[in-house]
T-cell receptor, first 113, second 115 residues
Framework: GESVGLHLPTLSVQEGDNSIINCAYS??????FIWYKQESGKGPQFIID???NMDKRQGQRVTVLLNKTVKHLSLQIAATQPGDSAVYFC????????????WGLGTSLAVNP | DGGITQSPKYLFRKEGQNVTLSCEQN?????MYWYRQDPGQGLRLIYY???????QKGDIAEGYSVSREKKESFPLTVTSAQKNPTAFYLC??????????????FGPGTRLLVL
């Protein structure tokens, strides 16, 4: 399944499928990007980050892709599990904004068993 | 939630009352942040501090105040001037590195409700 964070805030996938959550960022000067997972009633948890000198970074079952040309960021989750159900936020920052993170609105991921 | 604690988990405020939300971290992080999250929304920055005895306003500082007397602690006061305080409040901390923005780590949050 695939979504665009700002236009399709809910993504529903089948357990075991791969998920792709997309995020469009606005500031071409942004040089740091980060993905967080937030479960209901809890604080956001760090998933993975990437700096602008890279276009891909992999973690455990997750991959972040950065396309600076079109200012697009995506989070890929392999073999999605019920425990992956949460809201996923992307955030961007640049050295000129005093380390403040600019947050996206979030995408809700629902995993169907 | 790492080494960041927030208390209480739920807080009730009466009209005209000031309330203070606690945030403590034992990660030896220099920077600390307060965010507000409304239902179905992203995070909005209220205040942040990069060093003891210094802090800066975020995007929605009106009706809030903070202090940073100790590196480990960054309490947030929601004053009576904040007319719509019902929200989920999140505290975060991060180290200050030489490479630029560093990862922020979040506490479990405090849900503030108005009676």
């Amino acid at each position: 399944g695939e979504s665009v964070g700002l236009h399709l805030p809910t993504l529903s996938v089948q357990e075991g499928d791969n998920s792709i959550i997309n995020c469009a960022y606005s500031n071409s000067a942004s040089d740091y990007f980060i993905w967080y997972k937030q479960e209901s009633g809890k604080g956001p948890q760090f998933i993975i980050d990437i700096r602008s000198n890279m276009d891909k970074r992999q973690g455990q079952r997750v991959t972040v892709l950065l396309n600076k040309t079109v200012k697009h960021l995506s989070l890929q989750i392999a073999a999605t599990q019920p425990g992956d159900s949460a809201v996923y936020f992307c955030a961007e920052s640049n050295a000129g904004n005093n380390r403040k993170l600019i947050w996206g609105l979030g995408t809700s991921l629902a995993v169907n068993p | 939630d790492g080494g960041i604690t927030q208390s209480p988990k739920y807080l009730f405020r009466k009209e005209g009352q000031n309330v203070t939300l606690s945030c403590e971290q034992n990660l030896n992080h220099d920077a600390m942040y307060w965010y507000r999250q409304d239902p179905g929304q992203g995070l909005r920055l209220i205040y942040y501090s990069q060093i003891v005895n210094d802090f800066q306003k975020g995007d929605i500082a009106e009706g809030y105040s903070v202090s940073r007397e100790k590196k480990e602690s960054f309490p947030l006061t929601v004053t009576s001037a904040q007319k719509n305080p019902t929200a989920f409040y999140l505290c975060a901390s991060s180290p200050l590195g030489t490479s630029g923005t560093e990862t922020q780590y979040f506490g479990p949050g405090t849900r503030l409700l108005v009676l």
